[in-house]
C-alpha cells in the first residue's frame, strides 16, 4: 500500500470518528433537551393541579362561609327578631311588675346585642356591599368600620379594578387577613392602603407603623393569615414581596397581571 492510501486512510478514520464523536454530541444533548423539556411538563403539570386543588379549597370555603352568613340571616336572625318583638309586645303590658319588666329589658337587650353581633359576623363572612356596588366601595366600608370600631387610623387612596366577582372577592380578604395581621399580631395603629389598576394588572401596597416581625421566620413557617394571602395571590396570578424588621412595621406589595 502506498502513502498516499495510507494518508488517505488515516484521513478517513479520523473523519469518520469525528462524524461519531458528533453524532454522539448530538443525540446526547437532543436527549437531554427532551428529558429537560419532560422534566418541565411535569413540573408544569404539578404546578397547575396544585393552582386547580388550591381554588378548589378556597372555593370550598367561600361557599362554606356563604352558606354559614345565610344560616345566620335566615335561622338565628329571625329567631332573635321574633325574641325581641314577643319582649317589646310583653313590655307594652301595663300589667306586669318592675321586676318582670326588668327581667324582660334585660332579655331584650341582651337579644339585641346578639342580633346586632349575628348581622356583623353574617356581614364579616359575606359583605353584600361587594355583589351590589364592587371591590372599592365594600373595601371603603371595611376600612371605615375598622377605624370607627377601633383605635387605629387608616389613610387610604384606592380604586376600583376591573375583575371578576370572585377576583374581586379574593382581593377583598387579602385587605381582611393584613388588616386583622396588623392589629392582632403588628399591634399597628396606624395603616397606609394603596391600590391601583395599570394596564397589565393592578398593584396593591399595604404598610403598618406595628411591631414588625422576620421576614425569614415567616418565610420558613407562615401562619394561616399568610398563607391564606400567599394562596389567593396565587389564584390572581400575583407576586408578593414583603418588608418588615423588629419594631419598624411592614410592607406589603402585591402585583398582579392580567391575562397571563
Sequence with gaps: MDKSKIVFALIFGVFFLFLVCLGLILFFVFSRKKIIQKEREKADLRIEHQQKILQTSIAIQELERKRIAQDLHDAISAKLNVVSLSTNVLLADENINKKQKDSLEQILDITSTTLESSRKIAHDLLPPILAKFGLKAALEELFEEFSKNTDIDIDYEIEDLSLSGTNQLHVFRIFQELINNSIRHGK??????????????????????????????????????????????????????????????????????YGE
Design 188 to 257: 399597628a395603629n396606624v395603616l397606609e392602603i394603596f391600590m391601583e389598576e395599570h394596564e397589565k394588572g393592578f398593584v396593591l401596597k399595604f404598610q403598618d407603623n406595628g411591631i414588625g416581625f422576620n421576614i425569614t421566620d415567616v418565610s420558613e413557617k407562615p401562619g394561616i393569615g399568610i398563607q391564606n394571602i400567599n394562596s389567593r395571590v396565587r389564584i390572581l396570578n400575583g407576586e408578593i414581596k414583603i418588608e418588615s424588621s423588629k419594631d419598624n412595621g411592614s410592607l406589603f406589595v402585591i402585583q398582579c397581571n
